[in-house]
């Protein structure tokens, strides 16, 4: 199956966030939504648009080729989630699945991806691809986490690279390869004995999240035994997590986040 959906976010005349453009097709769902919990940035923020990615068909399966395209106009704020976790399939073939997203953020904008876990079922093999534009004054918060298989599950294969650029340059660019035939996934320099791994990227232009004292110049710190706050620039950082489930995983997050001050803490 190949499947795309676009999203596009503007800013109208009047200062209210107007979704110009929502297609869907098969697998890639789009609806507009309210407020899901917690989101930084756009917490209590009635005017910010919110949509919810959901899943028409079962999988991704083998050989499926799907696409997203995000757009956030200047000055516009989006916060994009899922509704539920998605689950990487094998297929009949053997061939790999994609999933690819491309994202551009415009001038003053504020985009929040917070999307469910991707479960790497056995036999699966999964590729995911973020690209992110970003402006020079664009915000963002995004958020990844993989699961290796099914309870009492052995996983599947599956690789994501995550890349950000600003302004042309290159802010930020990590591949994962975890479960299946790629080696040295579960030793204690990747995953070790973890069955979930998180990575939130934040963005906040004019901040100094990211900035750690004179003597070390980035921001670097534990937070617990499976979670550390690394910073990329003086105002970005990436928070990576292990842990049992993407429960643990989201506990920890959450009080890195807070470690970050306003607006992240939750309340």
Request: aromatic share 2%; charged share 20%.
């Amino acid at each position: 199956m190949s499947a795309s959906a676009a999203l596009t976010c503007e800013l109208d005349g009047r200062g209210t966030n107007r979704l110009s453009r929502m297609r869907s097709e098969g697998q890639l769902v789009l609806r507009p939504t309210h407020a899901k919990g917690f989101e930084p940035w756009a917490h209590h923020q009635a005017g910010v648009a919110r949509v919810s990615l959901s899943a028409g068909t079962a999988g991704p399966l083998g050989g499926d080729r799907l696409h997203l395209e995000v757009v956030i106009g200047d000055g516009a704020s989006l916060v994009l989630n899922e509704i539920s976790a998605t689950l990487a399939l094998p297929g009949t073939t053997g061939d790999r699945s994609l999933m690819s997203i491309d994202v551009q953020v415009g001038e003053g904008a504020s985009f929040i991806w917070l999307p469910e876990p991707v479960i790497a079922a056995r036999g699966c093999d999964h590729r995911q691809e973020v690209r992110v534009r970003l402006a020079r004054s664009a915000r963002v918060l995004l958020r990844e986490e993989l699961i290796m298989g099914r309870h009492g599950e052995r996983p599947g294969a599956i690789a994501q690279r995550v890349r950000v650029t600003r302004g042309g340059g290159v802010l930020y660019d990590q591949e994962l390869r975890l479960g299946g035939r790629h080696i040295g996934w579960n030793t204690p320099a990747v995953a070790g004995s973890a069955k979930c791994v998180g990575s939130t990227l934040v963005v906040d232009p004019g901040s100094a999240i990211g900035a750690g004292s004179a003597a070390l110049g980035a921001r670097s710190e534990i937070v617990d035994d499976s979670t550390v706050i690394m910073g990329i620039a003086p105002d970005t950082v990436q928070i990576s997590s292990v842990g049992e489930d993407n429960l643990a995983v989201g506990r920890s997050t959450v009080n890195a986040l807070k470690s970050l001050g306003p607006p992240w803490a939750q309340s």
